[in-house]
C-alpha cells in the first residue's frame, strides 16, 4: 500500500496495485471503521478510503473538482449531515484546529452523527432545522469559513444563502450539492439544476465551481460559491 497527497490538502491517494482510492487520514488514528469504510495503517498513521459513491464530496473532487475551500483548520457548517458519513471526513481534513457543526433534522437519522461526536472533539451536532438558522444561533459561536449543504429541500438555493448570510462574512465560501429530483420531479434535470444556479446568482452570491457528480450521482450538481 503506497500513501500520496492529494493536491487538496488533507486530503490523500492510497494506491494498491493498479487501483487508486481517495482517503483522508483518520482524525482518531483508530482502525476501526466508522461506516464500513476500509480502514488502512500505513507505517504510524491510519487512514480511511472515501467512496465517491458513498460521499458527494468525495464524487466532486474524483469528477475534478478544482476548489475545495474545506481546509486544514477550516470552521465548516455543514448542513444535512444525516449519520455522519462525510462528516466524518470532513471532520478528518480540518482536524483538531477546525471545527465541523453539523446539522441533521431527524433525530432517529442523528444518531449515528451522535455516536460520530463522542469520537471526535471537532465534531458539534445540531439536531435542528436547517431552513431555520435563527434556531442554531446560540449554539454555534464564531464566524464560519465554508457552510457545505447536502439537503433534500424544494428551495436548496434559499437555505444555503440563509445560512451562508446568518454565519459567515463577505469572501466565505458554500458548497452545495443540488439534488433537482428534490425540487421538480417532473421537469427536465439540467433544467431545474440551471434554474437553482440562476437562484443562487439572484440570491447575491458568486457561482465560482460547477461539477456534475454523475456517474455517482444522478440528477446531481456540486456548486460552489461565494459571499459577495
Known amino acids: 500500500m503506497r500513501v500520496t497527497n492529494h493536491r487538496f490538502p488533507g486530503v490523500y491517494v492510497t494506491e494498491e496495485e493498479d487501483r487508486k482510492y481517495l482517503a483522508t ?46 481546509q486544514p483548520g477550516s470552521r465548516v457548517l455543514y448542513l444535512g449531515a444525516a449519520s455522519g458519513t462525510t462528516v466524518s471526513h470532513v471532520s478528518d481534513v480540518v482536524g483538531e484546529t477546525g471545527l465541523v457543526a453539523a446539522v441533521e433534522f ?18 458539534v451536532p445540531i439536531v435542528e432545522d436547517a431552513r431555520h438558522p435563527s434556531r442554531y444561533t446560540s449554539l454555534l459561536t464564531g464566524t464560519v469559513d465554508v457552510v457545505y449543504q447536502d439537503v433534500a429541500q424544494p428551495d436548496q438555493a434559499r437555505i444555503l444563502s440563509d445560512n451562508l448570510r446568518t454565519f459567515c462574512s463577505f469572501g466565505s465560501w458554500g458548497m452545495i450539492a443540488i439534488k433537482a429530483r428534490s425540487i421538480d420531479s417532473a421537469s427536465d434535470a439540467s433544467q431545474v439544476i440551471d434554474r437553482e444556479i440562476t437562484n443562487l446568482d439572484l440570491l447575491g452570491l458568486e457561482v465560482v465551481e460547477e461539477v456534475n457528480l454523475e456517474p455517482f450521482e444522478k440528477d446531481h450538481m456540486m456548486v460552489t460559491v461565494r459571499v459577495r
Not at 112 to 121: H, I, P, T
Open 106 to 123: 431527524s433525530a432517529k437519522t442523528a444518531r449515528g452523527l451522535l455516536r460520530l461526536a463522542g469520537l471526535r472533539s471537532n465534531v
Open 25 to 70: 487520514k483518520s482524525l482518531t488514528q483508530d482502525i476501526q471503521s466508522f461506516y464500513g469504510e476500509r480502514v488502512v495503517k500505513v507505517d504510524q498513521d491510519v487512514y480511511r478510503q472515501w467512496s465517491p459513491r458513498r460521499s458527494k464530496l468525495s464524487a466532486a473532487i474524483q469528477n475534478g473538482l478544482r476548489e475545495l475551500p474545506i
